[in-house]
T-cell receptor, first 115, second 116 residues
């Protein structure tokens, strides 16, 4: 059981470049989300989705786009990378059916550096 | 957004001793969930323990237990018989219930070092 898979694990970008962080889960979870982790700031929610075709903004959505065309995939797009987006990004998912513990299942994270 | 506060950026404990990590949160909801996640150097986020607000009994998972004080909005984690493998960042998280569209909000974390 692969769980939540994120790619790439590491990426270096130049300012202004675009890229997509991929996230896939094989647990048939309806809820998926993206967080960024910065030193001293914990994990902050970027975007989330409660099902295919539905997305919404979290706490820090600026500079990021998402889409949810399938239940399995939830890519995060940076259209024009900025040094302030240097961070570690986590994708997480959760099922909605019973039993539902509320627990989020996380990917291994993607470290992004923007020069 | 909900507020989750972890006031101890760093802590250390001797191996085999007990340590308590603090967490407070702010909410007007009555039904919610609380979690402690562990992040070792591998970066993987691992669920340590969870607590439903409607349950008065404190959750326990082996060496990990919580002290949930609903009126005080406090949710501390106690690690007994600390082991070297407990060295990690620990994040407290809050989620409104019932789950579904509700998001988890995280504190800023406590870096715990277990000293041999």
């Amino acid at each position: 059981n692969a769980g939540v898979t994120q790619t790439p694990k590491f990426q270096v970008l130049k300012t202004g470049q675009s890229m997509t962080l991929q996230c896939a889960q094989d647990m048939n979870h309806e809820y998926m989300s993206w967080y960024r982790q910065d030193p001293g700031m914990g994990l902050r929610l970027i975007h989330y989705s409660v099902g295919a075709g539905i997305t919404d903004q979290g706490e820090v959505p600026n500079g990021y786009n998402v889409s949810r065309s399938t239940t399995e995939d939830f890519p995060l797009r940076l259209l024009s990378a900025a040094p302030s987006q240097t961070s570690v990004y986590f994708c997480a998912s959760r099922g909605a059916g019973a039993p539902n513990t509320g627990e989020l299942f996380f990917g291994e994270g993607s470290r992004l550096t923007v020069l | 957004a909900q507020t989750v506060t972890q006031s101890q950026p760093e802590m250390s404990v001797q191996e085999a001793e007990t340590v308590t990590l603090s967490c407070t949160y702010d909410t007007s909801e009555n039904n919610y969930y609380l979690f402690w996640y562990k992040q070792p150097p591998s970066r993987q986020m691992i669920l340590v323990i969870r607590q439903e607000a409607y349950k008065q009994q404190n959750a326990t998972e082996n060496r990990f237990s919580v002290n949930f004080q609903k009126a005080a909005k406090s949710f501390s984690l106690k690690i007994s018989d600390s082991q070297l493998g407990d060295t990690a960042m620990y994040f407290c998280a809050f989620g409104e219930g019932p789950t579904g569209a509700n998001n988890l909000f995280f504190g800023t974390g406590t870096r715990l070092t277990v000293i041999p």
